[in-house]
């Protein structure tokens, strides 16, 4: 069972223009969501992340927003550029002895164009 | 401070063959992970170390698939024999519950299997 889900698998923006990931999850006990960013043959590098007791979180261009009573959560990029592109995986893990479980959605692809 | 470092970064075996994978988490990382990631997907975890102890290791195929992480430290994912649906990318990442509350996960650059 996936409990976290990017059903975007691509997306294609302009430079300069804002560029938005979503991800839905279906574990309600799940509180602390993650945003890695990944180039090609390299590893997963974390991006920003957003506690449940937040709704956002901004870190420069990037902010991630989250809304709990739809189990949906966004990245928001502004504005973006071509060094952005790569592929993007949400993470999110529960409460509790399990919170170093981190579950992964299958990643959107950001191609950004000049 | 170093990342996570993991070896080898590729390795093309025959079917039933064996292959082993190495990963040295950060320093002072009590939590280690093995995921594998297939192409187009998201990783999936196969084990997860609390320091020597395996927590969670439901996820990982244990007729074929064995993983040690001897005294706490550097740990060893072991395929035995390998199938064609192995191939994959193995990524180890590692993680400290004292790192605040951020709790992100640190990733190595993953181990490629192509498996013929």
């Known amino acids: 069972d996936q409990q976290v889900k990017q059903n975007s698998p691509s997306l294609s923006v302009q430079e300069g223009r804002i560029s938005i990931l979503n991800c839905d999850y279906t574990?309600?006990?799940?509180?602390?969501f993650l945003w890695y960013k990944k180039y090609p043959a390299e590893g997963p590098t974390f991006l920003i992340s957003?506690?449940?007791?937040?709704d956002k979180n901004e870190d420069g261009r990037f902010t991630v927003f989250l809304n709990k009573s739809a189990k949906h959560l966004s990245l928001h990029i502004v504005p973006s550029q071509p060094g952005d592109s790569a592929v993007y995986f949400c993470a999110a893990s529960g409460a509790g002895y399990n919170f170093n479980k981190f579950y992964f959605g299958s990643g959107t692809k950001l191609n950004v164009k000049p | 401070e170093a990342g996570v470092v993991q070896s080898p970064r590729y390795k093309i075996i025959e079917k039933k063959q064996p292959v082993a994978f190495w990963c040295n988490p950060i320093s002072g990382h009590n939590t280690l992970y093995w995921y594998r990631q297939n192409l187009g997907q998201g990783p999936e975890l196969l084990i997860r170390?609390?320091?020597?102890?395996?927590?969670?290791d439901s996820q990982l195929p244990k007729d074929r698939f064995s993983a040690e992480r001897l005294k706490g430290v550097d740990s060893t994912l072991k395929i035995q024999p390998a199938e064609l649906g192995d191939s994959a990318v193995y990524l180890c990442?590692?993680?400290?519950?004292?790192?605040?509350?951020?709790?992100?996960?640190?990733f190595g650059e993953g181990s490629r299997l192509t498996v013929l």
């Open positions: 170390y609390e320091n020597e102890e395996a927590v969670d």
């Open positions: 574990n309600s006990m799940f509180d602390y």
């Open positions: 990442a590692s993680t400290t519950r004292g790192q605040g509350v951020t709790g992100e996960l640190f």
């Open positions: 957003i506690s449940s007791i937040k």
